[in-house]
């Protein structure tokens, strides 16, 4: 069968609402996307860890339960070993996924693992499986504007693409199974390294004597404008340090980053230094707060 006659089979299943479908994983995140997928039109079936009620879907006590009549499903959970959980623990998708199903990780997780995964889905249940780690925080996850980045077989990225424009405003296939995950790595080590370079900046210019906040204007007027600048220095400037984002997933996200960066030979000091003074902040114990509470960190340590 070649990709075009593969799309036409997996689409023959029914992937675009009002499509049977599920999702796992009602975190901050995965809430906000299952009640986008239920305004798409889809007929949703949720489950997760936690009983949380999302309006307009049904809910179900296991993934497995939740997976057994849907034609294409969505897992939103914090690391490898959840995906594994959810995928082929006692009660996980594994046991009831039809043929020719997609699954959608929407986790951030190891590029290696996400490969295992697909191969073992495969070849046990005949399902598939996407990578399609996310960026834009809970506000475009609320929003549907999410960024997909997507690894996996072409013909069922095709077949999901209802389902991704139903949770993201922008969509890429980047290649095989795992191409999702290292794009996301490399996500995480642009926004993590560009917020020390932000925070030092700004914590440079209140030890001379600057006010930060002006510091901030002038430098958004510039070549030194970025989401960071805009949007994460604002929330450390004003205190706004409840999580939206935990400093402790940044640092997971990091450290996967770190193992990706490894096995593919790249030098990258940069990654290293902001890896480890991430570290340092959930070792002091502000792992739980927003990431932006990096800004303190920084500023404490220099004698602020």
Same mark, same amino acid.
């Given at each position: 069968?070649? #990709? ?9 299943? !029914?992937?675009? @609402? ?8 009602? #975190?901050?995140? /995965? ?17 997760? &860890? ?41 009660? !996980? ?9 997609? *699954? ?9 693992? =996400? ?28 929003? /549907? =504007? ?11 990225? $095709? ?18 199974? +795992?191409? #999702? ?27 001379? /004597? ?10 958004? +007027? ?5 989401? *960071? ?13 409840? @999580? ?21 030979? *790249? ?8 890896? &480890? ?5 959930? $070792? ?18 220099? #004698?602020?």
């Amino acid at each position: 069968m070649d #990709g075009e006659e593969a799309g036409a089979t997996l689409a023959a299943l !029914g992937m675009a @609402p009002p499509a049977r479908a599920a999702f796992i994983g009602l #975190g901050v995140m /995965g809430r906000a996307m299952a009640a986008n997928l239920v305004k798409a039109g889809y007929r949703l079936t949720v489950s997760s &860890r936690t009983r949380k009620d999302v309006e307009g879907a049904v809910w179900a006590d296991s993934a497995a339960a939740a997976a057994s009549e849907a034609s294409i499903i969505g897992i939103c959970v914090p690391d490898t070993p959840d995906v594994e959980r959810v995928l082929f623990g006692a009660g !996980g998708v594994a046991e009831t996924v039809a043929e020719g199903t997609v *699954v959608i990780d929407f986790s951030t997780i190891s590029a290696e693992a =996400t490969r295992n995964f697909a191969l073992r889905l495969k070849s046990e249940t005949g399902a598939i499986l996407l990578d399609s780690p996310v960026s834009g925080g809970p506000q475009g996850a609320i929003d /549907g =504007t999410l960024t997909c980045m997507v690894g996996g077989e072409a013909a069922a990225f $095709e077949a999901a693409r209802p389902f991704l424009t139903a949770v993201g405003g922008t969509i890429t296939r980047l290649g095989a199974s +795992g191409a #999702g995950q290292i794009c996301k790595s490399a996500n995480q080590m642009i926004i993590s390294s560009t917020m020390h370079a932000v925070f030092e900046a700004l914590v440079l210019g209140r030890k001379a /004597g600057l006010d930060p906040k002006v510091m901030r204007e002038a430098l958004l +007027g510039g070549s030194a404008r970025s989401f *960071v600048l805009e949007n994460h220095a604002l929330r450390w400037l004003e205190g706004r340090l409840t @999580p939206g984002f935990r400093a402790e997933l940044m640092l997971k996200d990091m450290k996967l980053a770190s193992a990706a960066l490894a096995a593919n030979g *790249v030098y990258a000091p940069v990654a290293a230094s902001a890896t &480890r003074t991430l570290g340092v902040m959930v $070792e002091t114990g502000h792992g739980g707060l927003d990431v932006a509470a990096l800004g303190q960190e920084i500023a404490e340590r220099s #004698g602020l």
